[in-house]
């Protein structure tokens, strides 16, 4: 039986995959309480960003993906694909900032790559969403400025949050000792 060389994943970093989309679901769904669809504090995008960082921005945006759907079987909210976007950006651009990111591990640069993530998706697109479905203030506008102003406190504390745990989580050099940073250019 002969081996394929032109693979996209690896059965080792597949592994790893599936054990940080895990870990996500374990972050968002089952240690972080949910006192209501649109509001959460949790730390959910740690594992999904590494994923980016770690594999390149289609395993990032893979794990991002999975670890919102199957996280949502826990959840008594159900799937709703039009709630799937931010999870993926998350990974993507853990992976399209993996270059700067594999020169150095910084707050700034770090805080740089969630910033996307976390205003285009987690903050305008999914209070534009969460409106759009749930629309509990009466109209569109009215519950729009009610999810933006919720979402942008409760997102200003878990990007810090998420940035200084994978800020010290690299600085502890786990992830070298693993073997998977910093990223080989070819990979």
Same mark, same amino acid.
């Given at each position: 039986?002969?081996?394929?060389?032109?693979?996209?994943?690896?059965?080792?970093?597949?592994?790893?995959?599936?054990?940080?989309?895990?870990?996500?679901?374990?972050?968002?769904?089952?240690? @972080?309480?949910?006192?209501? /669809?649109?509001?959460? +504090?949790?730390?959910?995008?740690?594992?999904? !960003?590494? =994923?980016? $960082?770690?594999?390149?921005?289609?395993?990032?945006?893979?794990?991002?993906?999975?670890?919102?759907f199957?996280?949502?079987l826990?959840?008594?909210?159900?799937?709703?694909?039009?709630?799937?976007l931010?999870?993926?950006?998350?990974?993507?651009?853990?992976?399209?900032?993996?270059?700067?990111?594999?020169?150095?591990?910084?707050?700034?640069?770090?805080?740089?790559?969630?910033?996307?993530?976390?205003?285009?998706?987690? @903050?305008?697109?999914?209070? /534009?969403?969460?409106? +759009?479905?749930y629309?509990?203030?009466?109209? !569109?506008? =009215?519950? $729009?400025?009610?999810?933006?102003?919720?979402r942008?406190?409760?997102?200003?504390?878990?990007?810090?949050?998420?940035?200084?745990i994978?800020?010290?989580?690299?600085?502890?050099?786990?992830?070298?000792?693993?073997?998977?940073?910093?990223?080989?250019s070819?990979k």
């Open positions: 039986m002969s081996k394929k060389r032109n693979q996209k994943f690896s059965t080792r970093v597949l592994a790893y995959c599936a054990l940080l989309a895990a870990l996500s679901i374990v972050l968002a769904r089952l240690i @972080i309480p949910m006192p209501n /669809a649109s509001t959460r +504090f949790s730390i959910e995008a740690v594992p999904i !960003f590494v =994923a980016g $960082m770690l594999f390149g921005p289609a395993a990032g945006a893979l794990v991002g993906f999975c670890a919102d199957v996280g949502c826990f959840s008594p909210f159900g799937y709703n694909p039009l709630f799937s931010p999870p993926v950006l998350y990974g993507l651009f853990g992976g399209l900032f993996r270059p700067w990111l594999g020169k150095k591990v910084s707050i700034p640069r770090l805080a740089a790559g969630f910033a996307f993530p976390v205003i285009g998706g987690s @903050i305008l697109y999914q209070s /534009a969403a969460l409106s +759009f479905v629309n509990s203030k009466g109209s !569109f506008g =009215a519950s $729009m400025i009610y999810f933006l102003s919720t942008g406190v409760q997102f200003a504390v878990t990007m810090a949050l998420d940035v200084m994978i800020y010290f989580i690299f600085r502890s050099r786990v992830m070298d000792r693993m073997n998977v940073w910093p990223p080989v070819g």
